[in-house]
């Protein structure tokens, strides 16, 4: 009889053994090729959350396994290496939008200004959370995939923004607030008929 394990890990949550981290750190390629198999599926999840664009994901990716090769040599180890793996894929999806001119400025106000109210009327694809995920600003997308799908605290992400915490609080309230909105608007009208009476 087959079990299934409640406590596997996935995505960074993932263990490396430290054989193979010492061996990556000495440039052995064969060890690096054993962490892209082991993170590249979380490392692309996470860069597609945020910047919503599967070859923008894919160069997030690239770009974080090449930055890895070097920089693993200089992991102490003070974080789990898959923390330290998200980290990088978060500053370099971060990198990614803002050279492409879509990180939005720091004033809550001004973030939301010119985002759609409602989605009334939008294609069957509308209930689809990337898709819903995408109308928002590049910033409180960030915000909201780093908090509520890879936990990061307020107080990390006050620290990742040069922010206080009040500052991912108010755009975190604000984007749960406006996908709800959008949620509401796409739900399809129900007409209750009037209960047939017998003749």
């Given at each position: ?8 890990k996935s ?18 390629v064969g ?57 990088m894929t ?110």
């Open positions: 009889m087959m079990t299934t394990r409640t406590d596997d995505g960074f949550a993932q263990d490396i053994d430290p054989l193979t981290l010492a061996r990556a750190r000495r440039g052995d060890a690096h090729g054993q962490i892209y198999r082991t993170y590249s599926r979380a490392c692309y999840t996470l860069a597609l959350r945020v910047v919503g664009n599967t070859a923008a994901a894919e160069d997030i990716v690239q770009d974080v396994f090449l930055k890895m090769m070097d920089a693993i040599r200089h992991f102490r180890g003070d974080a789990p290496f898959g923390s330290w793996l998200k980290r978060v500053n370099a999806a971060i990198d990614q939008l803002r050279s492409q001119r879509h990180f939005d400025p720091d004033d809550p106000e001004r973030l939301f200004a010119n985002v759609a109210e409602n989605v009334a009327g939008t294609p069957d694809d509308s209930h689809d959370a990337m898709t819903l995920l995408q109308r928002l600003p590049a910033r409180a997308r960030l915000i909201l995939v780093l908090h509520e799908l890879e936990g990061y605290t307020h107080k990390e992400l006050a620290e990742l923004f040069g922010q206080t915490e009040s500052y991912s609080k108010s755009i975190l309230s604000r984007s749960l607030k406006r996908l709800q909105e959008w949620l509401d608007a796409t739900k399809p009208v129900v007409e209750l008929q009037p209960w047939p009476t017998r003749s």
